[in-house]
């Protein structure tokens, strides 16, 4: 059932006011041609394995009058607050789509809703030169619009300011980041590559590899891979071509970063120590654009660098690094399949419980999700860089996997997981009040199948959460 009185939620910084609604008919039923296309894409999706099939909403034509316009209103949402208005969201039937315009310091922006594709709606303005950038992200059943500030993705990291702790950041993620090719269902985990992914806001990687030759040490051949299994039925793929993508990436976005966990993983008897020496030899040099502090910095001083998340043990030459403090933020000792656990280098608070056994037990996995946002939104990172390990516990990267599966039962593959538990995680961060007292982060959500269809929904929320941080002084 819908909601029948329409809410509006302004996660932006300034007082945004309602000034207008046009309500439109119900579309028409789709016709012949449209129905073949919809099949086609259905049938497409069934082969490859993904489950959203529903299909999106038109957009409202230019010719298409309104049949009730109510001009001139003046419902004001203050930053951060929600409205519950008085305006219904529909008249006649919970079918109908209202066109919505808002007055932000003198621009007025529109937005249709539902939106018209399967993606969250960049708001139009009047204005071509427009001082704000919205975002609307409507969840139908509640009536409720959550407007954020848009942001480009590609470069979001450009408008925040050098001396936030990166652990303060709410920041999108992908769990198993590579693994889009062609593969069984129970491995394949995103649906689009992480060029893609970078380019739509995604700013942290979760990265398993297997070298190739681990007793040749002179070669940097590492074998991407989850779990056991190679991440494509076509071939290998390598891990020197990932970061081909993300060193062109933060070449043409340098206000960006990167933060990358690593882990070995797969078939064969390679040695932690000895993808310690092949990272180190050919990928980690000093000369490079790693980041090996071993405790979080700030955003200025990782712009354009990837930042080393290491799940793995390491020799001892590189445990003198840092004046002995080592290399690499400390990610060893995560401890499995756990719904709330800290690293014992004590800069990792994560949330990783994985093994959902049938999918009645999704909703577990939804609420784990949730109760970790709340412990990331309820801490407040000073500002400033971090002096050193001690200090840098006191303010810990919040990790947060949505991911979730079991190899049995194909109700628990990735992209079954996913379907339910992106949007409800979408759905609570619209709609979850803010932290009167914390940063209201998100810390890092690492999820799965994201950007499918074009629906990038849970990035632009998680990014947009970023709106008041701005705000906060040292």
């Keep these: ?22 309500r439109f008919e119900s579309p028409q039923d789709s016709n012949a041609g449209d129905n073949i296309a919809l ?25 298409t009058r309104p049949f009730e ?10 930053p951060f607050t929600t409205n519950q208005t008085d305006r219904r969201a529909f008249v006649h039937s919970d079918k109908e789509r209202m066109r919505l315009t808002f007055e932000v310091e003198g621009e007025r922006h529109t937005i249709q809703v539902p939106v018209p594709t399967a993606e969250s709606a960049t708001m139009k303005c009047e204005s071509e030169n427009s001082k704000h950038r919205l975002t609307g992200v409507y969840l139908t059943n509640e009536s409720y619009l959550a407007i954020f500030s848009s942001a480009n993705l590609n470069a979001w990291m450009h408008e925040l300011r050098d001396d936030i702790r990166l652990p303060g950041l709410s920041i999108p993620g992908t769990h198993n980041s590579p693994t889009c090719y062609v593969a069984p269902p129970s491995v394949r985990c995103q649906a689009v590559g992480p060029k893609e992914q970078l380019q739509n806001g995604v700013r942290f990687f979760d990265i398993r590899v297997q070298p190739q030759y681990p007793e040749d040490l002179d070669k940097d051949d590492l074998i991407l891979v989850h779990s056991v299994f190679p991440i494509s039925l076509t071939g290998n793929k390598y891990f020197r071509d990932l970061m081909k993508e993300v060193n062109e990436f933060l070449d043409q976005n340098p206000s960006e970063t990167v933060i990358m966990s690593l882990k070995r993983e797969g078939p064969g008897n390679a040695t932690d120590e000895q993808l310690a020496e092949i990272l180190s030899r050919h990928y980690i040099r000093p ?20 930042v080393l998340v290491r799940r793995f043990s390491i020799p001892d030459e590189l445990k003198k690094q840092h004046d002995t403090f080592g290399w690499g933020i400390d990610g060893c000792g995560w401890e499995d399949n756990h719904p709330n656990a800290n690293c014992p280098s004590g800069h990792l608070c994560i949330q990783d419980f994985y093994e959902v056994q049938e999918s009645t037990n999704i909703d577990n996995k939804i609420n784990y999700v949730r109760q970790h946002i709340d412990r990331a939104s309820r801490h407040s990172h000073p500002f400033g860089e971090i002096p050193n390990p001690d200090k840098g516990r006191e303010c810990p990267f919040y990790i947060n996997f949505l991911s979730a599966s079991n190899f049995w039962r194909p109700n628990t593959w990735p992209e079954k997981i996913a379907a339910k538990v992106n949007p409800a995680t979408v759905d609570y961060l619209c709609r979850r009040p803010y932290d009167e007292n914390g940063d209201s982060s998100t810390g890092i959500l690492v999820t799965d199948w994201v950007g499918l269809d074009g629906d990038w929904d849970l990035v632009r929320c998680t990014v947009g959460m970023n709106a008041k941080l701005r705000l906060r002084e040292n």
């Design 39 to 63: 099949f086609a894409r259905n049938f497409t999706r069934v082969l490859t394995n993904t489950t959203r099939i529903a299909e999106p909403v038109k957009a409202i034509s230019e010719a």
């Design 1 to 22: 059932m819908v909601a029948e009185k329409l809410t509006v939620r302004n996660s932006t910084s300034t007082p945004i006011i309602l000034r207008r609604i046009e």
């Design 69 to 78: 316009d109510q001009n001139e209103l003046d419902v004001r949402i203050d």
């Design 287 to 306: 000369d490079s654009r790693w980041w090996t502090t071993p405790w979080p910095p700030t955003l200025g001083q990782v712009r354009g660098k990837v």
